[in-house]
């Protein structure tokens, strides 16, 4: 069984991003990167069905810029066996990516296609459904567990009342929420035998999709500031300030 | 402009965020239709057809639509959009499921978590768990939107849509397994006008109770930082933040909550905010209107008992 995991290199989840004094985008130079959390909960439950014996290949693609190959090196440290490159240096809408995942899923036959349920940036939460649906695959997005058997995947499922579990076959879409798993540190070994894990480099012409322009960004502005606020210096004064002075009690 | 929009309920209740949702679509002005799809579901319809400002409520009553699973919710959707110029849901675990699938089928892209209708085709949503604001156009036919809800207000019930059922039954692959629902008298964390919530500092779920007891006081929804639920102190549904529930009550208390921007993203665009922390460093006091530094096993009960 072969599981593909797409991933995307997002500014560390650490970082403060600033938005540009132009008002054009957010300032991402010189930021730190990194795979975005919620593909690396992807990558380790792929690998995980591996070691157990479910999945026998786990394959990681990225769509972007060069740079991009730095996450999918990471993935194959945390044990993924290799990776696609697609290369452009455009910022394609989840829609487009998810169209150009449909090209490579074309290639690749994935049994289960694993993602982050959302990228820290865009904050969108649209590719994996939508890469079910143009594939007409079940999905399962939010996962907070996965289980295969012989007639498809259990996945437990946040939602907002609590937890759901449904089951479907194969081939499927599966989001990953946080509590998946926990995912592992990279070892240095494993650090080095991802440099010479195979990584191949595609365009999207390779895989023949065609793209359009779905929107454009008007302006990027930062949030309102929350006004300062005061410290009180006990219970009684915090209770005398929400009535009184805040009137929310 | 004929605007759907996708209710939410539970097939017994209509839910606020449906309101709060035609309130957005109101916003971008039409015709506004309600979709209620699910299974037994007719108190969600009749309290969809009063909602002020829907002109018809449209009804898809079926066992396939019991669970509103996102495969064969999204084909009924697809199937109606043709008559429409937007599709709109909430920003809920069923919209966020199923609105990209039918964006998808509709070859449109969608925008996630709309928090103001600047005009018919422009957008404003939070991106980098709310550092910015993109202000986006869109340049599809139909439009695919998701509401944040907390940045709405809801309409109200002076409405009387007609009811017109809809006969498409679309079945699914995926099959409803189970479902464990968290059971609460409290106000759900969504309309609660007062949210008390716990972090990693409340030490364990049993400590939970004092805020509970507080929460009781105030007629408040409790709710949890990541770091609270990942230790397993409560369950997942009462996760504040980027990648839980944004909510805006009008009084958010944070107790034991550091302030990681993660957290922050899902509560600061409460009306006032609280927080308490036994460390003056933390950076949840930079977005408090009062903070009080003190350990949180002393300053909840006399709280409590003050109230
Ligand atoms: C991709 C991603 C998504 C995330 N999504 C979310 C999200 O949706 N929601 C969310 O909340 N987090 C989210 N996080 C996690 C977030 O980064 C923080 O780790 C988390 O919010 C910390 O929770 P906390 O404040 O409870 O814990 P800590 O940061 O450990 O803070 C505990 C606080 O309790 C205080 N304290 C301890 N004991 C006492 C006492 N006796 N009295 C008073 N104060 C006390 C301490 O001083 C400290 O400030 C996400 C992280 C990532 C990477």
Redesign the pocket.
């Known amino acids: 069984m072969k599981v593909l995991v797409p991933v995307k290199r997002v500014v560390d989840?650490?970082v403060k991003v600033r938005v540009k004094a132009d008002n054009t985008n957010v300032d991402t130079a010189n930021l730190k990167m990194a795979l975005?959390?919620?593909c690396e909960i992807a990558v380790e439950e792929a690998v995980r069905l591996k070691e157990a014996g479910s999945a026998t290949e786990v394959v990681v693609v990225s769509i972007g810029a060069k740079a991009v190959q730095e996450q999918l090196r990471t993935s194959m440290a945390l044990g993924a066996d290799r990776a696609i490159h697609v290369q452009t240096d455009e910022e394609l809408v989840p829609l487009s990516i998810a169209k150009i995942l449909k090209a490579v899923q074309e290639k690749e036959q994935a049994d289960l296609v694993i993602f982050g349920k959302q990228s820290?940036d865009g904050d969108n939460n649209q590719t994996g459904q939508m890469l079910a649906a143009l594939t007409q695959m079940p999905q399962a997005t939010f996962a907070s567990e996965l289980k295969l058997s012989a007639d498809g995947a259990e996945v437990t499922r946040e939602v907002d009342g609590g937890l759901q579990t449904l089951k479907m076959p194969l081939p499927a879409v599966v989001t990953a929420d946080?509590r998946l798993n926990e995912p592992r540190y990279a070892s240095l070994p494993n650090i080095m035998k991802a440099k010479r894990k195979p990584l191949e480099t595609l365009s999207i012409d390779d895989l023949g999709v065609s793209l359009k322009a779905h929107q454009t960004i008007v302006k990027v502005t930062p949030p309102a500031e929350r006004q300062a606020g005061i410290m009180v210096s006990s219970v009684a004064e915090l209770v005398e300030k929400l009535k009184n002075e805040a009137k929310v009690i | 402009m004929a605007i759907l929009v996708l209710a939410e309920h539970d097939n017994a209740s209509l839910k606020l965020d449906t309101a709060k949702v035609v309130s957005a679509a109101t916003a971008i002005g039409g015709d506004v239709h309600v979709l209620v799809a699910g299974s037994a579901c007719a108190a969600a319809v009749t309290a969809a057809q009063a909602l002020t400002g829907v002109s018809k409520v449209l009804v898809a009553d079926a066992a396939a639509y019991e669970a509103q699973m996102a495969e064969n919710l999204s084909e009924l959707v697809l199937k109606l959009a043709g008559d429409y110029d937007y599709v709109v849901a909430a920003a809920t675990s069923v919209g966020k499921d199923t609105l990209p699938r039918v964006a998808a089928l509709l070859d449109v892209a969608q925008i996630s978590e709309v928090i103001e209708v600047v005009s018919a085709d422009t957008f404003v949503r939070p991106i980098y768990?709310g550092s910015a604001l993109a202000t986006v156009q869109s340049l599809d036919d139909t439009k695919v939107l998701t509401v944040r809800t907390s940045a709405f207000d809801a309409v109200g019930n002076e409405g009387s849509a007609e009811a017109v059922a809809v006969d498409f039954v679309a079945e699914a692959k995926t099959v409803f397994v189970s479902q464990t629902l968290t059971e609460s008298e409290r106000p759900e964390l969504g309309s609660a006008g007062v949210i008390v919530s716990?972090?990693?500092?409340?030490?364990s779920g049993e400590n939970f109770a004092i805020l509970e007891a507080l929460a009781d006081k105030m007629t408040a929804a409790v709710g949890?930082?990541?770091?609270?639920?990942d230790a397993g102190f409560v369950p997942n549904d009462l996760?504040?933040?980027?990648?839980?529930k944004i909510v805006a009550p009008d009084l958010y208390i944070a107790?034991?909550?550091?302030?990681?921007?993660?957290?922050l993203?899902?509560m600061k665009d409460s009306k006032v905010i609280v927080a308490?922390?036994?460390?003056p460093e933390?950076p949840?006091f930079q977005v408090a209107d009062y903070g009080l530094e003190?350990?949180?096993?002393d300053?909840i009960p006399e709280l409590t008992n003050l109230l």
Do not use: E, Y
């Not at chain 2, 949890?224 to 639920?229: D, E, G, N, T």
């Not at chain 2, 107790?255 to 957290?263: D, K, L, P, R």
């Open positions: 989840a650490n975005n959390p919620f820290i946080l | 768990a716990g972090g990693r500092g409340m030490g949890a930082s990541r770091a609270a639920v996760q504040v933040g980027q990648t839980g107790v034991g909550i550091s302030g990681a921007i993660q957290h993203a899902g308490i922390n036994k460390d933390a949840i003190a350990d949180l096993f300053a």
